[in-house]
C-alpha cells in the first residue's frame, strides 16, 4: 500500500474518531480558580516555546473573562470605577527574573508593597515589572478592571505578536487582597509559524515521519523473507512480525495525532488515548519478546510450559503500569512545561524495566548454558550476538537516564526546549535498532528449522555432527559416562534435553 494513502487514511480515521473533550494549543479555561502565591492570587494560562515570525507567531485572548465572588462585590458601590485589578503578565522565559522583586534583600514578592514602592518605584497593588534589556516593551502586562459591584470583568480581546524566539510563559495576577476567591473562563489561542504545536513538539512530527519510513523499509525486507521461507518459519518470527507491525502502526499514529494537533490546535483526548494504547501495547509485546527469547522458546525449549502464566501476569502488569505513565504524560498534555507524571506512576513501571532486565539476563545465563553444554555452536553464537547487543542497550539506556536527569535538572525553566525533543525520540530510536539486531538474528531462512527447538542433541548442524561423530570414534566417552551415571543412579547433566523437558513439564 502507498504509504501516503496509508497515512491518510488512517488520519481521516482519527479525525471521526475526535472525541467531545480536547485540550490544545487552544488553552480553554472552564472557571479556573486562582491560587494564592505568596501576596499574589495566581493562575498559570500556559508555557509553550514559540517560534519568532513576521505576524505568524502570536497569543491570543479570546473572551476571557474574571469573576469574582458575591461577597467581594458587595464590598463595593455600583457607581464605583475600578474595584479590582486583574494583569495578565506575558513574558519569555529569560525575562523570568524582571518580574517580582524584594525589599532590602527580603523574601521575593510579585505585588509591589509599600516597602517596594519606595525602594523600587513600583506601584503599590499591582505586578511588579522591570522592562527587558532587548526590548522595553517586555514583558508584557495586560489590565483589566472590576467595575462597580459586577461579578465579572472581561478583557479586550487582543493578540500579542512574538517577534524573539524562546519559551513564553502566561500568568494571571491579582493584587488585591479583596479579590480572594477569583476564578476565569475563556480561552488564549497559542501559534507557531508551521502550525498550533507548541516548539517542543513540533520536531516530534518530521521525526515520527522518519520513523514510520525506516519501519515501513524494515517490514517490507522483512515480510519478503518472511514469505519466501514461509514453510520454515518458527513461531518466535511471527512474534517478531507482530512487534514490527505494531511499530509501525505506533509511529504512524503519533504522526496524525500530531499533524492533526498542528492543524487544528486542539488535542482530542480520545485520539492521544489510542495511540498511548498502541504504544503500551507494542512496548508490552516487545518486553515479553525479548524475555521469551532469552529463555531459549523456540530454540532450547518448545515451550515456556509452567512459566507461561508468570510471563502473562508480569505482561498484564507491565501494560496498565505503562498505559497509566504514558496516559498522564501525553492525554491532555498541552504546554511545554507540562505536570510530571506522578512519582506513584513512575515507580511501578521503573520497577518493572528493572526486574524484566534482571529476568532477561538471568535467563540467558541459562540459556548460554544449556547450550554450550549441547556444544550447539551456531545457536550459541547467536544468542551470543543477542546477548551483546542488550548489554549494549542496557548500558546506553543507563548512559541516557542519567543525561535526561541531568539535562532537566539543569534547564529548570526549560529554556533548551528546542533540543528537548530528543529526550523523547532516543527510546523510539533505540527500540527499533534492538528489534534490527533481533530481525537479523532471526531472519527467516531456508534454514529457520535447523535453528529451532528439536528433541534431539545431534546432527543441529554440520558442525555439530562432525564434533559428535569425532567423540564416538574416540570411544564413545561421552555416551559411556551418561550411561554409567544413569546405572549408578548419579546425578543426571543438569543441562540435558531430558531434564529440561521434565523441568517444562514441572513449570
Known amino acids: 500500500m502507498d504509504l501516503t494513502l496509508f497515512v491518510s487514511s488512517l488520519c481521516v480515521l482519527l479525525a471521526i474518531l475526535r472525541g467531545n473533550g480536547v485540550e490544545g494549543s487552544i488553552h480553554t479555561y472552564h472557571f479556573e480558580p486562582f491560587k494564592e502565591v505568596g501576596n499574589a492570587f495566581l493562575l498559570s494560562g500556559g508555557s509553550e516555546g514559540i517560534v519568532a515570525s513576521h505576524g505568524n507567531s502570536y497569543i491570543k485572548f479570546d473572551n476571557i473573562t474574571f469573576w469574582r465572588t458575591k461577597e467581594a462585590a458587595d464590598l463595593h458601590l455600583s457607581m464605583e470605577h475600578s474595584t479590582g485589578l486583574i494583569q495578565a503578565i506575558v513574558f519569555e522565559a529569560a525575562d523570568r527574573d524582571d518580574i517580582g522583586g524584594s525589599a532590602y534583600g527580603g523574601t521575593r514578592s510579585i505585588c509591589c508593597t509599600p516597602d517596594l514602592a519606595k525602594t523600587t518605584g513600583c506601584r503599590q497593588g499591582e505586578v511588579i515589572r522591570r522592562p527587558s534589556a532587548l526590548d522595553l516593551n517586555w514583558p508584557v502586562v495586560l489590565p483589566t478592571h472590576f467595575n462597580g459591584n459586577y461579578l465579572s470583568a472581561k478583557l479586550d480581546n487582543q493578540k500579542i505578536t512574538i517577534s524573539k524566539t524562546g519559551m513564553y510563559n502566561l500568568f494571571f495576577i491579582s493584587c488585591d487582597p479583596k479579590l480572594r476567591g477569583l476564578s476565569m473562563s475563556g480561552k488564549t489561542v497559542w501559534k507557531n509559524p508551521n502550525g498550533y504545536l507548541p516548539g517542543r513538539m513540533a520536531p516530534l512530527m518530521t521525526f515520527y515521519v522518519f520513523m514510520s519510513l525506516t519501519y515501513l523499509v524494515l517490514i517490507a525486507i522483512w515480510f519478503f523473507q518472511y514469505m519466501r521461507f514461509w514453510r520454515e518459519i518458527m513461531p518466535i518470527q511471527n512474534w517478531i512480525t507482530l512487534v514490527i507491525a505494531l511499530g509501525l502502526l505506533e509511529m504512524t499514529l503519533w504522526y ?47 515451550t515456556l510450559g509452567g512459566l507461561t502464566s508468570k510471563v502473562l501476569l508480569l505482561g498484564v502488569t507491565y501494560f496498565f503500569a505503562t498505559e497509566s505513565l504514558d496516559f498522564a504524560e501525553n492525554v491532555g498534555t498541552i504546554n511545554d512545561i507540562s505536570g510530571k507524571a506522578r512519582l506513584f506512576l513512575v515507580l511501578p513501571a ?118 559428535l561423530a569425532k567423540g564416538a570414534s574416540e570411544g564413545d566417552i561421552g555416551m559411556v559416562k551418561v550411561d554409567k551415571e544413569r546405572s549408578n543412579g548419579g546425578a543426571a547433566n543438569p543441562f540435558s534435553l531430558d531434564e529440561e523437558g521434565e523441568e517444562d513439564k514441572r513449570e
Open 256 to 302: 496524525c495525532e500530531y499533524l492533526n494537533f498542528n492543524h487544528v490546535g486542539v488535542r482530542p483526548v480520545g485520539i492521544t488515548t489510542w495511540v498511548v494504547t498502541v504504544g503500551a501495547v507494542r512496548k508490552t509485546v516487545s518486553r515479553l519478546l525479548i524475555l521469551s527469547i532469552s529463555m531459549g522458546y523456540g530454540v532450547v525449549r518448545p
Open 350 to 467: 521503573a520497577f518493572l524495566n528493572s526486574f524484566l532486565i534482571l529476568w532477561i539476563f538471568t535467563s540467558l545465563s541459562r540459556t548460554l548454558e544449556i547450550l554450550q553444554a549441547k556444544r550447539s555452536s551456531v545457536k550459541l553464537e547467536i544468542y551470543r550476538k543477542f546477548t551483546n547487543a542488550l548489554a549494549v542497550s542496557v548500558i546506553a539506556s543507563v548512559a541516557w537516564i542519567g543525561y535526561e536527569v541531568y539535562f532537566k535538572a539543569t534547564d529548570p525553566f526549560s529554556e533548551r526546549w528546542q533540543s528537548a525533543w530528543i529526550i523523547t525520540a532516543f527510546w523510539d530510536i533505540l527500540a527499533f535498532l534492538l528489534l534490527c539486531v533481533v530481525c537479523y538474528l532471526w531472519a527467516p531462512s531456508q534454514s529457520s528449522q535447523r535453528y529451532a527447538y528439536s528433541g534431539e542433541t545431534v546432527d543441529e548442524d554440520d558442525e555439530e555432527a562432525q564434533s
